[in-house]
Nanobody
Framework: QVQLVESGGDLVQPGGSLRLSCAAS????????MGWYRQAPEKGRELVAR???????NYADSVKGRFTISRDNAKNTVYLQMNSLKPEDTAVYYC?????????????????WGQGTQVTVSS
């Protein structure tokens, strides 16, 4: 089985920083992409940042220049460094994994989600 474990969410003051991490484990043959999405109360889930297997990254316009996504392929771990946090960044942040697990010919693409970690930015 493939699982994602997220950590790093916390209550911080505006202007503060947090680093989220997400470690993937299990029978993973290859990873196509890992990313972070967030969902605020009464809002839909939106893309925050995503990094592809070739290193290409995408960011939501609202976080460009403040957030940085990175990865450690050897550890199957993705990070989200969040700086200059704003109250509007408050949300549950979900790790997303697009991978090709063992057991399906190592070719079928599957999507997995982490359990979510709460980020609250408030004074």
């Amino acid at each position: 089985q493939v699982q994602l474990v997220e950590s790093g969410g916390d209550l911080v003051q505006p202007g503060g920083s947090l680093r989220l991490s997400c470690a993937a484990s299990g029978s993973i043959f290859s990873i196509d992409a890992m990313g972070w999405y967030r969902q605020a109360p009464e809002k839909g889930r939106e893309l925050v940042a995503r990094i592809l297997s070739d290193g290409l990254t995408n960011y939501a316009d609202s976080v460009k220049g403040r957030f940085t996504i990175s990865r450690d392929n050897a550890k199957n771990t993705v990070y989200l460094q969040m700086n200059s946090l704003k109250p509007e960044d408050t949300a549950v942040y979900y790790c997303n994994l697009e991978c090709r697990p063992y057991g399906l010919g190592s070719s079928a693409l599957r999507i997995y989600w982490g359990q979510g970690t709460q980020v609250t930015v408030s004074s």
